[in-house]
């Protein structure tokens, strides 16, 4: 005998049962006796019922108080013939009819769950890549430091930016857990430390880029191009590693929140820049001569050059 | 009760005065009788309010009533002529209107007019005396009423821009376009400003006769475009003074390893400081050199001021990493200009590149602003670092408040070039 499935949804739409019968007479309604309970104060007792007739499956209303109802017209009826896939309403609830040979839609093809990544996860790879952090970090600390300050002073900041990573890796590691059963951990850890370690030269080199061409601007854009860069990496493989979001999404998802983050700096940068600033404003940073600084043009040529700064817009 | 009151008076008397004011004598007192009615308070009434928003003080020197006063005090006329009005009030309290009829914002000086002529007036003298003669200056300090001070003439400033008296008495708020007279009634100089203690300072006599000369030529008319006239005497003075400069051969003195422009004509003071602190790292040593002179333009713009000053960094075996941070620290912030507001200038522009200055690599920033209700007049800020050492370097900062152009540009080589890697 071919089996009936009845599905049962909600106000808000949320699937409440699924069941398949065998039988010739499905009741539904309130009352316990019924084969479909339906917990909605708005369904009678005794509400419907689905009988096999000749022709097919029937959907009868018993007398309810609120009818029965066809989803798509909101026409009220006695009694309809029913097909596979039809929606009714009782209720507040909607119900769901389909016969066991309702087509189904193609399987959707998942990402097949990628292996952990041997070396990233091993300890002593991810101890390196956090003594290497801290390392980084304190010495930074110390450069940027003008008074002989005590190594715990200098570690601290070492140790902040290794909070920073546990922090973010746990977050990773906690949507991971929900979505992909998976935490992953150690991978995580990896791969923040990894970002954390590159960004560091990166703004160096910008900063160096800045000074060795006089710009601001340059040291601006290469710092944001290096971070947009790194960060996008950051987060696809957070993404891949903790999310089923198929490549193409991950890079969308990557793409829309860095550029996002970028242009909230932008903006900020701009917002907090008085339009009338008393001092000269511009790109300060010396670089210690490793690479010998160009020789630079004669006095007399750099004051030609320099004779466009005498330009201003007409506001007289 | 007379004798309670001689003896209530004598009490007075012995009371210690723990002023440094010099003893009122009866000369003094005679030279008050004869002309406080020439002096007058100068206010500058809000009319928004109705209440006086500068006090200063003025006197009358011909039969026309022409009286003179500082620019400073009659500055908001000038530049919010719809936002004030200018009143004096005579020694018996008649108040009147007036207007300006020349400024001198250079030496600080103000002709303004009253319609209501009046008879009493003072006469110039000159004012070049001999040091230590008694002068008296007259005003209305803080408001308190007409005054009489005693004090000495101690000569011409000789370390300034623009001729100024040296006059040791006490010269307050509220009296300043005052006179300050000799013995025989005669104005010597227009009292302008104070450095405190004693320490006060006039305006030469004949530069009110120059102004005055302009008045006369004028017919009495008051310019109508009081910009023009502060921007024509803005350039002509520097022409005086910045060519000269460029001119003068520079007296040089050693920074570090460097010679650098010193104390390049009198006006010019320097200042110099170091570190001395325990476990240090790195030794700085600092100098500014600045002209003391200030031109006060309006309450939101002073100009006609330099400043130069130099770092010399040395590294005490800091990795030249650090070192640079530390050194980039000090390159980072430019000198703070508060002279001027939103309304008066424009926003800096810069040019930076790398300059060969004596031989090696310099970074050099060359920012200016300009300003913005007078022609060809900027101010500018030179920058540079030496960038060719990994344990030491100077840096160096020229600032140049009001210069055109063509003047900036020579004044910044002049500099640059006068700096030297000593032999």
């Given at each position: 005998?071919?089996?009936?499935?009845?599905?049962l949804f909600?106000?808000?739409?949320?699937?409440?049962e699924?069941k398949?019968f065998?039988?010739?007479?499905i009741?539904?309604?309130r009352a316990?006796?019924?084969?479909?309970?339906?917990t909605?104060?708005?369904?009678?007792?005794?509400?419907?019922?689905?009988t096999?007739?000749?022709?097919?499956w029937?959907l009868?209303d018993?007398?309810?108080?609120?009818?029965?109802?066809?989803?798509?017209?909101?026409?009220?009826f006695?009694?309809?013939?029913?097909?596979?896939?039809?929606?009714f309403i009782?209720?507040?609830s909607?119900?769901?009819?389909y016969f066991?040979?309702?087509p189904?839609?193609?399987?959707?093809?998942?990402?097949?769950?990628?292996?952990?990544s041997?070396t990233?996860?091993?300890p002593?790879?991810?101890g390196?890549l956090l003594?290497?952090?801290f390392?980084i970090?304190?010495?930074?600390?110390?450069l940027?430091?003008?008074?002989?300050?005590?190594?715990?002073?200098k570690?601290?900041?070492g140790?902040?930016a290794l909070?920073g990573?546990?922090?973010?890796?746990?977050g990773?590691a906690?949507i991971?857990?929900?979505?992909?059963h998976?935490?992953?951990?150690?991978?995580?850890?990896?791969?923040a430390?990894?970002?954390t370690i590159?960004?560091?030269?990166?703004?160096?080199?910008?900063t160096?880029?800045?000074?060795?061409?006089?710009?601001?601007?340059l040291?601006g854009l290469c710092s944001?191009l290096?971070?947009?860069?790194?960060f996008?990496?950051?987060?696809i493989?957070n993404?891949s590693?903790s999310?089923r979001?198929?490549?193409?999404?991950?890079?969308?998802?990557?793409?829309?929140?860095t550029i996002?983050?970028?242009?909230?700096?932008?903006?900020?940068?701009?917002?907090d820049?008085?339009e009338?600033?008393s001092?000269p404003s511009?790109?300060?940073?010396?670089k210690?001569?490793?690479i010998?600084?160009?020789?630079?043009?004669?006095?007399d040529?750099?004051m030609k050059e320099g004779?466009s700064?005498?330009?201003?817009?007409n506001h007289? | 009760?007379?004798?309670?009151?001689?003896?209530?008076?004598?009490f007075?008397l012995?009371?210690?005065?723990?002023?440094?004011s010099a003893?009122?004598t009866d000369e003094a007192?005679?030279?008050y009788q004869?002309?406080?009615?020439?002096?007058?308070?100068?206010?500058?009434i809000?009319?928004?309010t109705?209440?006086?928003?500068?006090i200063?003080s003025?006197?009358?020197?011909?039969?026309?009533?022409?009286i003179?006063?500082?620019y400073?005090v009659?500055?908001?006329i000038i530049?919010?002529?719809?936002?004030?009005?200018?009143?004096?009030?005579?020694?018996?309290g008649?108040?009147?209107?007036?207007?300006v009829?020349?400024i001198?914002v250079?030496?600080d000086l103000?002709?303004?007019?009253s319609k209501d002529s009046?008879?009493?007036?003072?006469?110039?003298?000159?004012?070049?005396l001999?040091k230590?003669?008694?002068?008296?200056?007259?005003g209305?300090?803080y408001?308190?009423?007409?005054?009489?001070?005693?004090?000495?003439?101690?000569?011409?400033?000789?370390?300034s821009?623009?001729?100024?008296i040296?006059?040791s008495g006490?010269?307050?708020?509220?009296?300043s376009g005052?006179p300050s007279i000799?013995?025989?009634?005669?104005?010597?100089?227009?009292n302008?400003?104070?450095?405190g203690?004693q320490?006060s300072?006039?305006v030469?006599?004949?530069y009110l006769?120059?102004?005055?000369?302009?008045?006369?030529?004028?017919?009495?008319?008051?310019?109508s475009?009081?910009?023009k006239v502060?921007d024509e005497?803005?350039n002509?003075?520097q022409?005086?003074?910045?060519?000269?400069l460029?001119?003068?051969?520079?007296?040089?003195?050693?920074?570090?390893e460097?010679?650098?422009?010193g104390?390049?004509?009198?006006?010019f003071?320097?200042?110099g400081?170091?570190?001395?602190?325990e476990?240090?790292?790195f030794d700085y040593?600092?100098i500014?050199c600045?002209?003391?002179?200030?031109?006060?333009i309006s309450d939101?713009?002073?100009?006609?001021?330099?400043i130069?000053?130099?770092?010399?960094v040395t590294?005490?075996?800091m990795?030249?990493?650090?070192?640079?941070?530390l050194y980039?620290?000090?390159?980072?912030?430019?000198?703070?200009?508060?002279?001027a507001?939103?309304?008066?200038?424009?926003?800096f522009?810069?040019?930076?590149d790398?300059?060969n200055?004596?031989?090696?690599?310099?970074?050099?920033?060359?920012?200016?602003r300009?300003y913005?209700?007078?022609?060809?007049?900027?101010?500018?800020?030179?920058?540079?670092?030496?960038?060719?050492?990994?344990?030491?370097?100077?840096?160096?900062?020229?600032v140049?408040?009001?210069?055109?152009?063509?003047?900036a540009?020579?004044?910044?080589?002049?500099?640059l070039?006068t700096?030297?890697w000593?032999k």
């Open positions: 005998m071919a089996k009936i499935i009845v599905a909600n106000t808000q739409g949320h699937r409440l699924y398949s065998e039988q010739s007479e009741n539904i309604g316990f006796h019924n084969d479909v309970i339906v909605d104060p708005f369904v009678s007792p005794h509400h419907c019922q689905l096999r007739a000749e022709k097919g029937v009868i018993c007398g309810s108080e609120n009818g029965v109802y066809i989803r798509k017209t909101l026409e009220r006695e009694e309809r013939c029913v097909e596979s896939g039809d929606e009782i209720g507040e909607r119900l769901c009819v066991e040979d309702h189904l839609a193609p399987t959707k093809v998942c990402q097949a769950p990628t292996p952990n041997k990233l996860s091993r002593f790879m991810i390196f003594l290497l952090v390392w970090y304190t010495i930074d600390a110390h940027v430091s003008i008074k002989n300050l005590s190594f715990v002073k570690s601290l900041t140790v902040g909070i990573i546990l922090i973010w890796a746990g990773w906690f991971g857990q929900l979505i992909k998976r935490a992953r951990f150690m991978e995580q850890i990896s791969v430390s990894i970002f590159l960004s560091l030269p990166l703004k160096q080199v910008s160096y880029l800045g000074f060795r061409f006089s710009s601001m601007a040291e944001s290096f971070f947009g860069i790194v996008a990496w950051l987060l493989r993404l590693l999310t979001l198929s490549l193409k999404k991950q890079r969308v998802a990557t793409a829309f929140i996002a983050i970028m242009s909230i700096g932008a903006l900020s940068y701009f917002a820049t008085a009338f600033r001092s511009y790109f300060g940073t010396l210690a001569p490793y010998p600084p160009p020789r630079g043009g004669s006095i040529a750099f004779t700064i005498y330009s201003f817009e007289k | 009760m007379k004798k309670l009151l001689l003896i209530l008076t004598l007075f012995s009371v210690p005065s723990y002023s440094y003893e009122i007192q005679a030279l004869a002309h406080q009615k020439s002096v007058y308070q100068i206010q500058v809000d009319l928004a109705g209440k006086k928003t500068t200063g003025g006197f009358q020197f011909s039969d026309q009533g022409h003179a006063t500082n400073h009659v500055s908001n530049h919010w002529p719809e936002r004030f009005r200018l009143e004096y009030v005579r020694h018996d008649e108040i009147g209107e007036l207007d009829l020349h001198d250079i030496h103000a002709i303004v007019h009046y008879e009493f007036f003072l006469g110039f003298a000159d004012s070049n001999e230590g003669t008694r002068i008296f200056s007259m209305n300090p408001d308190l009423g007409m005054t009489i001070i005693e004090g000495t003439y101690n000569g011409l400033m000789e370390n821009l623009y001729r100024k040296l006059f006490s010269i307050n708020s509220g009296m005052g000799n013995r025989d009634g005669k104005v010597i100089g227009i302008v400003s104070t450095a203690n320490v300072f006039l030469p006599v004949e006769k120059e102004s005055y000369q302009y008045i006369v030529q004028r017919e009495g008319q008051a310019p475009d009081w910009y502060i005497q803005l002509a003075n022409t005086q003074y910045i060519d000269k460029l001119a003068s051969d520079w007296e040089v003195m050693p920074v570090g460097l010679t650098v422009p104390e390049i004509l009198n006006v003071k320097c200042w400081n170091s570190t001395d602190i476990d240090k790292v040593a600092y500014s600045s002209s003391d002179d200030n031109l006060f939101s713009l002073i100009t006609g001021k330099i130069y000053k130099y770092n010399w590294s005490l075996k990795w030249p990493i650090r070192y640079y941070n980039s620290s000090y390159f980072a912030y430019p000198h703070a200009y508060d002279n507001g939103e309304e008066d200038v424009t926003n522009q810069c040019h930076s790398f300059v200055i004596d031989g090696t690599s310099w970074k050099v920033v060359y920012c200016v300009e913005k209700k007078y022609e060809n007049l900027y101010d500018i800020n030179l920058s540079i670092a030496s960038v060719s050492e990994k344990d030491k370097g100077l840096l160096a900062e020229l140049v408040l009001g210069i055109n152009q063509q003047r540009n020579l004044f910044a080589t002049k500099f070039k700096i030297q000593q």
